[in-house]
């Protein structure tokens, strides 16, 4: 083989490489969207799966943001108080509390979102819609969701 036949050997070879990192390259992007893809697909199914949960639970369940507000709440919570979801979704929770346990409230909100250890249960007192008072236990879980929908 002359010397020429060698270099244009090597200059195809170097082709043929340069085309293999393109391809390379080409299906990591196609890769990294198909996950994205996957991962849209799947989030309407996994909204709507705990949307049917957190509607049907038969105990009240109410998400909370960072400020106290109530972000989401369900059926059973609302009722408790008197009221209906849309009435409490984005009033802050102290229009349900009882004055006198008010402070109690935020101060283990402003623990809790410190990290700070707090109890994982709190008894105070919720108020009803009608004024009448009622007693409830309230459980913290830390979670990170988007309920803007």
């Known amino acids: 083989m002359d010397s020429q036949s060698s270099v244009a050997l090597q200059a195809n070879d170097d082709s043929h490489q340069q ?6 390259q080409q299906v990591a992007q196609l ?10 697909l799947e989030q ?15 105990v009240g369940l109410a998400v909370i943001d ?27 929770c102290s229009k349900v509390i009882h004055p006198a346990d008010r402070s109690l409230f935020n101060h283990y909100l402003a623990a ?9 249960r709190l008894e105070i007192r919720h108020l009803h819609k009608d004024g009448s008072i009622l007693w409830v ?5 830390p979670c990170v969701m988007d309920m803007a929908r």
């Open 44 to 58: 309407p199914q996994r909204d709507t799966l705990f949307r049917v949960i957190f509607d049907s639970a038969g």
């Open 19 to 24: 085309r293999i990192h393109e391809l390379e």
């Open 112 to 120: 809790f979102l410190r990290d700070e250890p707090v109890e994982d």
């Open 137 to 141: 236990s309230a459980r913290w879980q």
């Open 66 to 92: 960072t400020a106290g507000r109530m972000t989401a709440i369900n059926r059973r919570a609302a009722d408790m108080a008197g009221y209906t979801p849309d009435e409490l979704v984005g009033t802050f």
């Open 31 to 40: 890769q990294v969207q198909l996950k994205e893809t996957q991962k849209h």
